[in-house]
């Protein structure tokens, strides 16, 4: 059984940083791109953050851009996202997802894109 556990939310002030990981397991994704999304309350899911499958290509939404950085260990088949300098709007659930087709780069900001969603991890920033 696939799975991708997201882990690391929590509630952090704003302008401090926070760490979320992705871990997956049932099959290796080391080949495969993986991205971040969140939803905020009443919204609707946005994209975050892309990495493709070796870690050489990194796309960002505009609102994160220069203040998160998406990395990703193949060798423990684990994808991050590190936070810096968060603010209130980025109070969100955060999902990661992995691309179901291997050394595949589609469009990236979109879901429908993605294969396999974890179940998300809060996380929320106080002003």
């Known amino acids: 059984q696939v799975q991708l556990v997201e882990s690391g939310g929590g509630l952090v002030q704003a302008g401090g940083s926070l760490r979320v990981s992705c871990a997956a397991s049932?099959?290796?994704?080391?080949?495969?791109?993986m991205g971040w999304f969140r939803q905020a309350p009443g919204k609707a899911r946005e994209f975050v953050a892309y990495?493709?499958?070796?870690?050489?290509?990194?796309y960002y939404a505009d609102s994160v851009k220069g203040r998160f950085t998406i990395s990703r260990d193949n060798a423990k088949n684990t994808v991050y996202l590190q936070m810096n300098r968060v603010k209130p709007e980025d109070t969100a659930v955060y999902y990661c997802?992995?691309?179901?087709?291997?050394?595949?780069?589609?469009?990236?900001?979109?879901?429908?894109?993605?294969?396999?969603w974890g179940q998300g991890t809060q996380v929320t920033v106080s002003s």
């Open positions: 049932g099959r290796t994704f080391s080949t495969n791109a």
């Open positions: 990495i493709n499958w070796s870690g050489s290509s990194t």
């Open positions: 997802a992995a691309e179901a087709r291997a050394y595949y780069t589609g469009l990236y900001f979109r879901e429908s894109e993605y294969g396999y």
